[in-house]
Each structure stands twice: as C-alpha cells, then as structure tokens.
C-alpha cells in the first residue's frame, strides 16, 4: 500500500493510504487528525476516487 502525509497550516495532519492495481486506484483510505462533518464525507470521498486513474484532473473531477 503507498502511503502519504501532510501536515497542513494550523498543525492537522492528513494520511492518505493508497491501494493502486493497473494504474488505477483500487482502495484508498483517509485518516489523521482532522475533522469534516458529517463523518460519513470521508467514507463517500474514499468511494468517490475508487476505480479512478492515477490522473489528478480524474481525481478532483470525482470530488465534485
């Protein structure tokens, strides 16, 4: 699993995990120490990007 973080401006911490198969991104999982209401986004976010290419353009497109 490919793994990253980022420590933003205010001090929180955000960890993606990345399960990438065919240059696609076949599971993803956020963490750290954030908070977005309701809780369930991160849930539909992780969902959202499942399936999409290694494109960020693809990416942020399913986000929207």
Do not use: C, W, Y
Not at 29 to 36: C, V, Y
Not at 50 to 58: I, M, R
Request: no cysteine; hydrophobic share 45%; glycine share 6%.
């Amino acid at each position: 699993m490919n793994k990253a973080q980022l420590k933003v401006e205010g001090g929180k911490l955000i960890k993606v995990q990345l399960e990438i198969e065919d240059k696609k991104i076949k599971k993803v999982k956020i963490t750290g120490d954030f908070f977005l209401h309701p809780e369930e986004l991160i849930d539909d976010m992780e969902k959202a990007v499942a399936g999409a290419s290694l494109d960020e353009k693809v990416i942020a497109d399913r986000m929207i």
